[in-house]
Protein backbone atom coordinates (compact mmCIF):
# COMPACT_ATOMS: atom_id res chain seq x y z
CA UNK A 1 0.00 0.00 0.00
CA UNK A 2 1.46 3.49 -0.99
CA UNK A 3 1.13 4.50 2.76
CA UNK A 4 3.95 2.09 3.82
CA UNK A 5 6.16 4.12 1.17
CA UNK A 6 5.21 7.73 1.28
CA UNK A 7 3.49 8.28 4.86
CA UNK A 8 0.94 10.83 4.03
CA UNK A 9 -0.19 11.89 7.28
CA UNK A 10 -2.51 15.00 8.52
CA UNK A 11 -0.45 17.25 10.43
CA UNK A 12 2.60 15.04 10.15
CA UNK A 13 3.82 15.15 6.45
CA UNK A 14 7.04 17.23 5.74
CA UNK A 15 6.29 20.32 3.56
CA UNK A 16 8.23 18.70 0.64
CA UNK A 17 5.93 15.68 0.43
CA UNK A 18 2.93 17.43 0.34
CA UNK A 19 4.65 19.94 -2.21
CA UNK A 20 5.13 17.05 -4.67
CA UNK A 21 1.40 15.71 -4.92
CA UNK A 22 -0.08 19.34 -5.32
CA UNK A 23 -1.71 20.75 -8.51
CA UNK A 24 -1.27 17.22 -10.52
CA UNK A 25 -3.76 15.30 -11.44
CA UNK A 26 -4.28 11.52 -11.81
CA UNK A 27 -4.39 12.01 -15.94
CA UNK A 28 -1.06 13.25 -15.77
CA UNK A 29 0.79 10.07 -13.95
CA UNK A 30 -1.68 7.18 -14.57
CA UNK A 31 -1.19 4.24 -16.78
CA UNK A 32 -3.47 4.51 -20.18
CA UNK A 33 -2.07 1.16 -22.07
CA UNK A 34 -4.52 -1.02 -20.08
CA UNK A 35 -4.91 -4.37 -20.43
CA UNK A 36 -8.41 -5.13 -20.34
CA UNK A 37 -10.17 -8.49 -20.90
CA UNK A 38 -14.14 -8.84 -22.46
CA UNK A 39 -16.96 -10.09 -20.30
CA UNK A 40 -17.69 -13.51 -22.04
CA UNK A 41 -13.49 -14.77 -21.80
CA UNK A 42 -13.04 -17.81 -20.48
CA UNK A 43 -11.16 -18.09 -16.99
CA UNK A 44 -8.51 -20.54 -18.32
CA UNK A 45 -8.12 -17.53 -21.31
CA UNK A 46 -7.83 -14.99 -18.54
CA UNK A 47 -5.14 -16.82 -16.58
CA UNK A 48 -2.70 -17.29 -19.43
CA UNK A 49 -3.14 -13.79 -20.43
CA UNK A 50 -2.09 -12.93 -16.92
CA UNK A 51 0.81 -14.93 -16.48
CA UNK A 52 2.36 -13.82 -20.17
CA UNK A 53 1.63 -10.28 -18.89
CA UNK A 54 3.03 -10.66 -15.53
CA UNK A 55 -0.10 -9.30 -13.77
CA UNK A 56 -2.26 -10.09 -11.00
CA UNK A 57 -5.44 -8.37 -12.00
CA UNK A 58 -7.52 -6.98 -14.92
CA UNK A 59 -10.88 -4.66 -15.81
CA UNK A 60 -13.33 -6.35 -17.34
CA UNK A 61 -14.50 -3.66 -20.36
CA UNK A 62 -17.32 -3.93 -22.43
CA UNK A 63 -17.43 -1.08 -25.39
CA UNK A 64 -15.34 1.22 -23.11
CA UNK A 65 -17.72 0.53 -20.01
CA UNK A 66 -16.55 -0.94 -16.40
CA UNK A 67 -17.99 -3.69 -15.80
CA UNK A 68 -15.51 -5.41 -13.08
CA UNK A 69 -12.18 -6.40 -12.24
CA UNK A 70 -11.12 -9.81 -12.26
CA UNK A 71 -7.70 -10.47 -10.00
CA UNK A 72 -5.46 -13.67 -9.20
CA UNK A 73 -7.91 -14.70 -5.94
CA UNK A 74 -10.85 -15.19 -8.52
CA UNK A 75 -8.81 -17.20 -10.63
CA UNK A 76 -7.59 -19.18 -7.90
CA UNK A 77 -11.18 -19.74 -6.64
CA UNK A 78 -12.46 -20.83 -10.05
CA UNK A 79 -9.62 -23.54 -10.42
CA UNK A 80 -10.42 -24.68 -6.67
CA UNK A 81 -13.96 -25.24 -8.04
CA UNK A 82 -13.29 -26.26 -11.50
CA UNK A 83 -15.28 -23.37 -13.18
CA UNK A 84 -11.90 -22.36 -15.53
CA UNK A 85 -14.73 -23.07 -18.79
CA UNK A 86 -16.51 -19.94 -16.60
CA UNK A 87 -17.02 -16.69 -18.74
CA UNK A 88 -15.34 -13.84 -16.74
CA UNK A 89 -18.58 -12.27 -15.87
CA UNK A 90 -19.34 -15.14 -13.33
CA UNK A 91 -16.48 -14.83 -11.07
CA UNK A 92 -15.39 -11.11 -11.88
CA UNK A 93 -15.97 -8.70 -8.46
CA UNK A 94 -18.46 -6.11 -9.29
CA UNK A 95 -18.93 -2.27 -8.89
CA UNK A 96 -15.00 -1.92 -8.22
CA UNK A 97 -13.64 1.27 -6.48
CA UNK A 98 -12.92 3.47 -8.74
CA UNK A 99 -11.00 7.11 -9.57
CA UNK A 100 -11.61 9.94 -11.87
CA UNK A 101 -9.29 11.07 -14.03
CA UNK A 102 -9.30 14.49 -13.21
CA UNK A 103 -9.15 14.49 -9.33
CA UNK A 104 -5.65 15.33 -7.37
CA UNK A 105 -3.71 13.11 -6.52
CA UNK A 106 -4.08 13.82 -2.70
CA UNK A 107 -6.94 12.04 -3.28
CA UNK A 108 -6.00 9.01 -5.06
CA UNK A 109 -3.18 8.64 -2.15
CA UNK A 110 -6.35 8.90 -0.08
CA UNK A 111 -7.92 5.91 -1.76
CA UNK A 112 -4.40 3.49 -1.44
CA UNK A 113 -4.66 4.11 2.08
CA UNK A 114 -8.51 3.01 2.95
CA UNK A 115 -8.16 0.46 0.76
CA UNK A 116 -6.29 -2.87 0.70
CA UNK A 117 -5.99 -2.89 -3.56
CA UNK A 118 -3.13 -1.74 -5.25
CA UNK A 119 -4.08 -0.49 -8.34
CA UNK A 120 -7.09 1.48 -9.13
CA UNK A 121 -9.14 1.83 -12.56
CA UNK A 122 -9.54 5.24 -13.80
CA UNK A 123 -12.55 6.58 -15.70
CA UNK A 124 -13.18 10.01 -17.53
CA UNK A 125 -16.37 12.15 -17.13
CA UNK A 126 -18.34 10.27 -19.85
CA UNK A 127 -17.52 7.20 -17.27
CA UNK A 128 -15.69 5.24 -19.82
CA UNK A 129 -12.28 3.60 -18.86
CA UNK A 130 -9.16 5.09 -19.56
CA UNK A 131 -6.30 4.47 -17.17
CA UNK A 132 -5.10 2.05 -14.27
CA UNK A 133 -3.27 3.52 -11.25
CA UNK A 134 -0.94 1.83 -9.37
CA UNK A 135 1.32 3.11 -5.93
CA UNK A 136 4.47 2.69 -8.10
CA UNK A 137 2.64 5.46 -10.91
CA UNK A 138 2.49 7.80 -7.90
CA UNK A 139 6.10 6.85 -6.82
CA UNK A 140 7.50 7.39 -9.92
CA UNK A 141 5.60 10.62 -10.48
CA UNK A 142 7.36 11.96 -7.34
CA UNK A 143 10.43 11.08 -8.24
CA UNK A 144 10.33 12.51 -11.44
CA UNK A 145 8.67 15.69 -10.06
CA UNK A 146 11.58 15.67 -8.05
CA UNK A 147 14.09 15.95 -10.72
CA UNK A 148 12.57 18.48 -12.45
CA UNK A 149 12.42 21.04 -9.02
CA UNK A 150 16.07 19.73 -8.43
CA UNK A 151 17.29 21.40 -12.17
CA UNK A 152 15.11 24.51 -11.51
CA UNK A 153 16.86 25.09 -8.49
CA UNK A 154 20.43 24.47 -10.36
CA UNK A 155 19.88 26.91 -13.41
CA UNK A 156 18.26 29.17 -10.20
CA UNK A 157 21.24 29.04 -8.49
CA UNK A 158 23.55 30.26 -11.69
CA UNK A 159 21.23 32.45 -13.16
CA UNK A 160 18.40 33.59 -10.27
CA UNK A 161 18.00 36.74 -8.91
CA UNK A 162 15.54 37.97 -6.89
CA UNK A 163 12.85 41.14 -7.58
CA UNK A 164 10.51 42.79 -5.15
CA UNK A 165 6.95 41.15 -5.74
CA UNK A 166 5.43 44.49 -4.53
CA UNK A 167 1.60 44.00 -4.02
CA UNK A 168 -0.42 41.31 -6.08
CA UNK A 169 -3.82 40.38 -5.80
CA UNK A 170 -5.36 37.00 -7.09
CA UNK A 171 -9.28 35.77 -7.02
CA UNK A 172 -10.15 32.11 -7.45
CA UNK A 173 -13.88 31.18 -8.27
CA UNK A 174 -14.08 27.75 -6.71
CA UNK A 175 -16.73 25.33 -7.39
CA UNK A 176 -18.11 22.52 -5.63
CA UNK A 177 -17.33 19.21 -6.55
CA UNK A 178 -14.91 20.54 -9.49
CA UNK A 179 -11.91 18.34 -9.35
CA UNK A 180 -10.65 19.71 -12.95
CA UNK A 181 -9.64 22.86 -11.41
CA UNK A 182 -8.92 21.96 -7.86
CA UNK A 183 -5.19 23.49 -7.66
CA UNK A 184 -5.30 26.16 -9.96
CA UNK A 185 -4.72 28.71 -6.83
CA UNK A 186 -2.20 26.65 -5.35
CA UNK A 187 -0.41 26.11 -8.78
CA UNK A 188 -0.32 29.67 -9.87
CA UNK A 189 0.88 31.13 -6.48
CA UNK A 190 3.76 29.35 -5.97
CA UNK A 191 4.75 29.98 -9.61
CA UNK A 192 4.54 33.51 -8.91
CA UNK A 193 6.71 33.02 -5.38
CA UNK A 194 9.50 31.10 -7.47
CA UNK A 195 9.77 33.35 -10.16
CA UNK A 196 10.96 36.25 -7.35
CA UNK A 197 13.18 33.51 -5.99
CA UNK A 198 11.31 33.16 -2.30
CA UNK A 199 12.58 31.16 0.27
CA UNK A 200 11.86 27.15 -0.51
CA UNK A 201 9.97 26.95 2.69
CA UNK A 202 7.76 29.74 2.45
CA UNK A 203 6.94 28.58 -0.81
CA UNK A 204 6.18 25.40 0.59
CA UNK A 205 4.10 26.91 3.30
CA UNK A 206 1.88 28.90 1.02
CA UNK A 207 1.25 26.37 -1.54
CA UNK A 208 0.32 23.50 1.10
CA UNK A 209 -2.41 25.96 2.99
CA UNK A 210 -3.58 27.60 -0.51
CA UNK A 211 -3.90 24.21 -1.70
CA UNK A 212 -5.67 22.90 1.50
CA UNK A 213 -8.52 25.67 0.93
CA UNK A 214 -9.18 25.02 -2.42
CA UNK A 215 -9.63 21.22 -1.59
CA UNK A 216 -11.56 21.91 1.19
CA UNK A 217 -14.31 24.48 -0.42
CA UNK A 218 -14.07 21.94 -3.68
CA UNK A 219 -15.29 18.72 -1.53
CA UNK A 220 -16.70 20.16 1.99
CA UNK A 221 -18.44 23.06 0.55
CA UNK A 222 -20.99 24.58 -1.27
CA UNK A 223 -18.01 26.13 -2.95
CA UNK A 224 -16.68 30.22 -2.49
CA UNK A 225 -13.93 32.55 -3.36
CA UNK A 226 -9.85 31.99 -2.63
CA UNK A 227 -8.19 35.93 -2.46
CA UNK A 228 -4.89 35.92 -2.19
CA UNK A 229 -2.60 39.06 -1.40
CA UNK A 230 0.76 39.02 -1.77
CA UNK A 231 3.31 41.55 -0.25
CA UNK A 232 6.98 42.16 -0.05
CA UNK A 233 6.80 41.28 3.64
CA UNK A 234 4.01 38.65 3.70
CA UNK A 235 1.45 36.32 1.78
CA UNK A 236 -2.36 36.91 2.54
CA UNK A 237 -4.85 34.12 2.00
CA UNK A 238 -9.10 35.04 2.53
CA UNK A 239 -10.88 32.15 2.00
CA UNK A 240 -14.78 32.18 2.04
CA UNK A 241 -17.57 29.66 1.05
CA UNK A 242 -21.02 29.79 1.50
CA UNK A 243 -21.72 27.21 3.59
CA UNK A 244 -22.78 24.70 5.40
CA UNK A 245 -20.52 25.49 7.89
CA UNK A 246 -18.27 24.03 10.76
CA UNK A 247 -20.46 22.58 13.38
CA UNK A 248 -17.43 22.61 15.79
CA UNK A 249 -14.46 24.64 14.52
CA UNK A 250 -12.52 23.03 17.80
CA UNK A 251 -12.99 19.51 16.87
CA UNK A 252 -12.64 20.39 13.33
CA UNK A 253 -8.74 21.58 14.05
CA UNK A 254 -8.22 18.45 15.72
CA UNK A 255 -5.77 16.14 14.12
CA UNK A 256 -7.76 12.81 12.73
CA UNK A 257 -11.21 14.86 13.44
CA UNK A 258 -13.64 13.54 10.07
CA UNK A 259 -16.05 16.06 8.73
CA UNK A 260 -16.48 13.94 6.00
CA UNK A 261 -19.34 13.64 4.38
CA UNK A 262 -21.66 9.97 3.43
CA UNK A 263 -21.13 10.96 -0.42
CA UNK A 264 -17.28 11.39 0.74
CA UNK A 265 -17.36 8.76 2.53
CA UNK A 266 -18.38 6.50 -0.84
CA UNK A 267 -15.39 8.04 -2.63
CA UNK A 268 -12.85 6.11 0.26
CA UNK A 269 -12.42 9.66 2.21
CA UNK A 270 -12.50 9.46 6.19
CA UNK A 271 -10.20 12.73 6.74
CA UNK A 272 -11.32 15.85 7.79
CA UNK A 273 -10.76 19.45 6.24
CA UNK A 274 -7.40 20.05 6.49
CA UNK A 275 -7.60 22.85 8.99
CA UNK A 276 -4.37 21.16 11.11
CA UNK A 277 -2.02 21.57 8.30
CA UNK A 278 -3.45 25.13 7.16
CA UNK A 279 -2.67 25.92 10.77
CA UNK A 280 0.64 24.26 10.86
CA UNK A 281 1.86 26.07 7.76
CA UNK A 282 0.47 29.84 9.16
CA UNK A 283 2.04 32.56 11.13
CA UNK A 284 -1.73 33.51 11.82
CA UNK A 285 -4.21 31.51 11.27
CA UNK A 286 -8.36 32.47 11.74
CA UNK A 287 -11.13 31.23 11.31
CA UNK A 288 -15.08 31.82 12.02
CA UNK A 289 -17.68 30.08 10.83
CA UNK A 290 -21.29 29.62 10.67
CA UNK A 291 -24.38 27.29 8.23
CA UNK A 292 -24.17 30.81 5.05
CA UNK A 293 -20.12 29.57 5.06
CA UNK A 294 -16.70 29.45 6.62
CA UNK A 295 -14.09 32.39 5.95
CA UNK A 296 -10.60 31.47 6.98
CA UNK A 297 -7.50 34.16 6.65
CA UNK A 298 -4.00 33.22 6.94
CA UNK A 299 -1.02 34.62 6.71
CA UNK A 300 2.38 33.78 5.72
CA UNK A 301 5.10 36.01 6.70
CA UNK A 302 7.97 36.53 4.08
CA UNK A 303 11.64 36.94 5.46
CA UNK A 304 13.19 40.27 4.87
CA UNK A 305 15.86 39.03 2.04
CA UNK A 306 13.64 36.53 0.70
Same mark, same amino acid.
Given at each position: ??????????????? *???????????????????????????????????? !?????????????????????????????????????????????????????????????????????? *???????????????????????????????????????????????????????? !??????????????????? !? *??????????????????????????????????????? *?????????????????????????????????????????????? !????????????????????????
Amino acid at each position: MIKKLIPVYENQTPL *VVLELIQGHKISEIMSRNVVSVKPDVTMREVKLMMK !DRGISGMPVVRQKRLLGIISVEDLLNALEDGLMDDSVEKHMSRNPVILEEQMPVSFAIDYFENYSFNRFP *VLNESKELVGMLTDRDIIMHMIKVMNGEIGRLEELAKHGHHTEIGNVIRRYAVVQN !DFKNAGKASSEIKALLQEH !D *VDRKIIRAAATAIYELEINQVVHSLGGEIVCRISDDHVE *VLARDRGPGIKNIDLALSEGFSTATDWIRSMGFGAGMGLPNIKRVS !DDFRIKSSESGTEIKVIINLPEDS
